[in-house]
């Protein structure tokens, strides 16, 4: 079957260009809005061009969460080698691949860099595996060592929905308001760089396709945000801004080319330049075969990859002959980057091309109209417009296999991952056991939702030994030790902690019951229920300030911690 879009070229590159110059810088962005009043405004404000876009740029540069990705992995720690990219070196190169497309389709390349700078601002400690592990802890599906005695499905954990809440919630920014003010273009980029459901037609209790649960927005967002265009448009799998479809795209690419450089770089995995490059070759061959008689519009950039790989290949034969060549390291380094180098310019292209390809025919072909303006007069697009052509869709599809097989399946990758969800799971054991282990800050953070949930849902006391206490007037760091023991019994949910507030439990409150008031919204409770609804609110703030301080720390930070907590000094 003949990928659309592909075939029969309708149009020059040429004339592309001509195109893009004339219709989109159209779609460049003009407008944006904020939730809040800027702060800090006077008299020489007009002296200073600096549209919003490059002011949620600064401010996530500027922000503690943004340095914190210097010492979070990608693949590897940052131990093992200071070339091996961080998440840190990954953000940077993803931005740079994204203005570089940005500039190419004449769009709004402040907010492509907002987006690429925030887009992995929410990774925990140690890569993926530390998401993994917070993932199944906030599903429900991991008890830590049996310490979680009702293991209720609160939703899950994506680093993507983490950074929205880093941005909009836990950074400190200003006195009057949480998070960081930036605009909803911003935060909708960067939450949908990544997949924002588990699967396609994800349901809450879809048992048939054994969903955990889909991430809530509402959970990870300034309250002030609740109605406005951020929530709005996640009825859209990807971004409505081309911008923001644009890193998706970037964040794609760049993975490709680093963590073939890295697993090049990691002798214990012995591979092989010369092996790499021959599969490749013959990958990069099959494909050209099938598209070459045809009239293809991104065959010519293919070739030039071919080529490439070609003469780098021919470069790698004539210095394994001349093995005493004095400079052979640095021939070799040479080698690699070109690969790399070449690789990241031939999808830049294909997704130039294909961009501008598929515009085109929308709107100088078929004449439909792909984008519209809402009410606020922003450009949304309602089609995924920003991605591979047929031909950089399979060469992705090569380098990623490659990637998988030959680097995250090997022996140090894996050892890495052990370890890290290893101490993940061991640093949340730790202050589930006793949050009075976490620093000050995050207990205030505790104290506030548990205030909140006394106000807006049930006004909870714990019965003591001797007296009624409400329960937002314990504090951990004031009270007596017996009383801040009963409260983080009932923030547990053990037995003898709901008991303090429910004396007569119900025969029928287990773990069923729970999950269902866990999902339920409080409008939905009956009298009886609320106590319940409650527990489980108190029970997921518990589970979530801890997972928030976790998935804040750096890879560094994290193994110190497990140090101080568990080993003997």
Known sequence: MEEKGCFVQKVSIKELIEFRNEKMIEYKQKKSERIFDDMGQDMFKDLIIRNDFSRDRDRIKFSRAFRRLQHKAQIYSHEKGDHYRTRLT??????????????????????????????????????????RVLDEIMCGEEDIGGKIKYKINYGGFKHNYHSIKILDVLEVKYKDFKGMNLTWQVLEGILKHTKIKRHIDCKRDDNENKCKGCWDIHKFINPKRQDDNLVEYMKYPFSITLEGQIVAIADEIAQRQHDIDDGLRDIELKLSIEELLEDLLIELEKIEGKYNDKDCLYIENLKDLIKTVEKIKKQVEEEKKNKTTKDSYSKDLYIKNTLIRNVIDFFIKDVTLSTLKKMYDAICISKVCICEEDEQGNKIFKEDVVKFSCIGEKVNDIIESYVKNKILNSYNVNRFDGKSNFIIKQLFKAYYSNPRQMPTYILDRLTEKIKYIYDNIYEIKINLEDSEKDINEIDFTKNKPSEIKALISVLKLDDEGIKKIIPKLDSDFNETILNIIANKEIKQCSEKELPIKALTELHYAYLSVICDYIAGMTDNYASNEYKKLYMVE
């Not at 497309?101 to 992995?120: P, Y």
Request: hydrophobic content about 35%; charged content about 20%.
């Open 90 to 131: 990954h953000t940077l190169e993803v931005s740079q691949i994204a203005r570089s497309i940005a500039r190419n389709l004449n769009l709004n390349e402040d907010l492509v860099e907002a987006i690429s700078l925030g887009h992995d601002i929410g990774h925990t400690p140690f890569g993926h595996q530390g998401e």
